[in-house]
């Protein structure tokens, strides 16, 4: 997608749902106003669980729209080496827990397909699922898997289905969190392996800034850490295990993510996923969770 043509479809007046009364994260009734970004969004926090969220949100329709355009044309040189170096970091992070070796994977809003690629270079059986009909045809012709689109919590997968799902920066973009993590412990097998990566709400950057707000120190793109444009929910490491423990999850893993970049040497990305992002408060969170061996399906 051009540039010009994604932007126009980001500056068009977004349609909204009628505004939430329960949190989008845990169901409580226990919300209130927190925040209001550069853009007008208003963001809502939970008493209860503390995750924050947009309120109102918008619409089925508008979305719709939106990753319609998402997925650009091509990388730039250099992109597409860097993202793969990650997703394969991201998949050896998953496979260290598991058992066997690797089995079926479920790679939840697969984009431009990397992650599937990855995958598929470890040895994984892979599918994949993503929102938009396009991207779908696309990225499953040209890797010859099976991506499928439509409404993710009304998915055929049999129960039981997969040793693995990746949510590869998918959970901050979801209405309903906690019905996609319901409906993905079901597709796990007993022992399956769930890696979340998000952006963290709690980086020092951002808390930062969020706090120069709150005293009136920082007017210029107020909230621009939140990115409403595509982003619904909002996450801290806290917030984060919270969510996916209620779901039926047990965390085994949490870490700053990895941001390799294009044409990086190798010392440097060593540094960089063994030094340096292991520091707390970085700006994306990683998680691996397991469905537990001795839980049955709901």
């Not at 991506?147 to 039981?160: L, Q, S, V």
């Not at 996609?180 to 963290?200: C, E, M, Q, W």
């Amino acid at each position: 997608m051009e540039l010009n043509e994604r932007l126009a479809v980001e500056q068009r007046p977004p349609a909204f749902d009628e505004p939430r009364k329960t949190c989008a994260l845990c169901g409580s009734n226990h919300i209130s106003y927190y925040h209001r970004d550069h853009r007008g969004i208003s963001i809502f926090r939970c008493g209860v669980c503390g995750g924050q969220f947009m309120n109102p949100v918008y619409s089925d329709d508008h979305l719709r729209e939106y990753y319609s355009h998402y997925v650009g044309d091509g990388f730039k040189l250099g992109e597409e080496e860097s993202e793969l170096y990650c997703h394969d970091y991201y998949l050896s992070l998953v496979e260290r827990f598991m058992a066997a070796s690797p089995g079926r994977l479920l790679d939840v809003g697969t984009g431009a397909g990397l992650l599937l690629k990855a995958a598929q270079r470890r040895r994984w059986q892979v599918v994949g699922y993503d929102v938009d009909p396009a991207t779908v045809q696309s990225v499953g012709s040209k890797l010859n898997v099976e991506i499928r689109t439509g409404r993710f919590n009304e998915m055929t997968w049999p129960a039981d289905s997969f040793d693995a799902v990746i949510m590869h920066h998918v959970l901050e973009h979801v209405k309903e969190p906690r019905s996609y993590l319901d409906t993905i412990r079901k597709l796990l097998r007993p022992g399956g392996i769930l890696f979340v990566a998000s952006p963290n709400l709690a980086s020092v950057s951002s808390s930062l800034k969020r706090w120069m707000e709150k005293a009136h120190l920082r007017r210029k793109r107020v909230g621009a850490y939140y990115d409403t444009v595509h982003h619904l929910c909002y996450f801290s490491p806290a917030s984060l295990r919270r969510l996916l423990s209620q779901s039926g999850f047990e965390p085994l893993l949490m870490r700053s993510g990895h941001q390799a970049r294009p044409f990086q040497s190798a010392w440097t990305r060593w540094l960089m996923r063994n030094v340096t992002e292991r520091l707390p408060w970085k700006s994306t969170i990683l998680v691996v969770a397991r469905k537990p061996a001795a839980a049955p399906n709901p």
